[in-house]
């Protein structure tokens, strides 16, 4: 919070400034909100996870990435999210989500995705288990160009998602939530890296990015 470097961004500004892309944003939203109304009042299940879905999509259109890798899913707002804007983009848009399922719900796994919508699931590969488990052979696989981390919050957990994508991708765009969880974001590994630190609400979220997309990335704050 005494950063002077981070960007605030206010929904109220995103809204007016991208008024299509947050239309197109609340029709795929409200539709998952409904059914998780719904399931809610049925399961009695929290929604948990990401904070900002306008924003998460809002960027998605202005990078445009063809395949996404995306760690925590839990009942599938973000996941929800990005597939509604990757397939906007492009019919052939690809999302692979990797999630362990939560240890304090009963069934947990049964929940995972849940709010997905049903036209979204052809683009969409679900991997249940540790990001440990999967993320090196799927970085290596697929080669992408964006990311969303949103899973281990620990220093070392995201520390280790950095790594593998630095070692594996030339062209990357990196979201990581929950920046106020440690000090991740002023480890010296991090210091020879483009990187914007957005508060959005009262969340912290780090952009990491190389070269290829830093002029994109100043349409969401200037």
Do not use: C
Not at 164 to 176: A, M, Q, R, S, Y
Not at 186 to 191: A, D, Q, V
């Amino acid at each position: 919070s005494n950063d002077s470097s981070v960007k605030e961004i206010e929904k109220s500004v995103l809204k007016n400034k991208f008024v299509k892309e947050y239309d197109e944003f609340k029709k795929s939203n409200d539709k998952a909100m409904e059914k998780f109304s719904n399931i809610s009042r049925q399961d009695k299940i929290r929604l948990h996870g990401v904070q900002y879905p306008e924003l998460l999509y809002i960027i998605m259109r202005i990078i445009n990435p063809s395949r996404v890798l995306e760690t925590g899913v839990w009942l599938g707002l973000s996941t929800n999210s990005i597939l509604a804007s990757g397939i906007k983009n492009n019919k052939k848009f690809t999302l692979d989500s990797i999630d362990l399922p939560r240890s304090d719900v009963k069934n947990a796994e049964s929940y995972i995705g849940i709010l997905v919508d049903d036209e979204f699931k052809l683009n969409w590969k679900l991997y249940i288990g540790k990001d440990r488990t999967f993320v090196r052979q799927l970085i290596k696989k697929h080669k992408y160009s964006f990311f969303y981390f949103d899973s281990d919050k620990s220093l070392g957990g995201k520390l280790f998602l950095l790594n593998e994508v630095l070692k594996n991708t030339n062209d990357f765009f990196i979201i990581f939530d929950d920046l106020e969880d440690n000090l991740f974001w002023y480890r010296n590994e991090l210091k020879h890296l483009n990187k914007i630190a957005i508060k959005y609400g009262n969340k912290y979220i780090g952009l990491i990015y190389s070269n290829k997309y830093e002029s994109r990335i100043r349409e969401i704050y200037e």
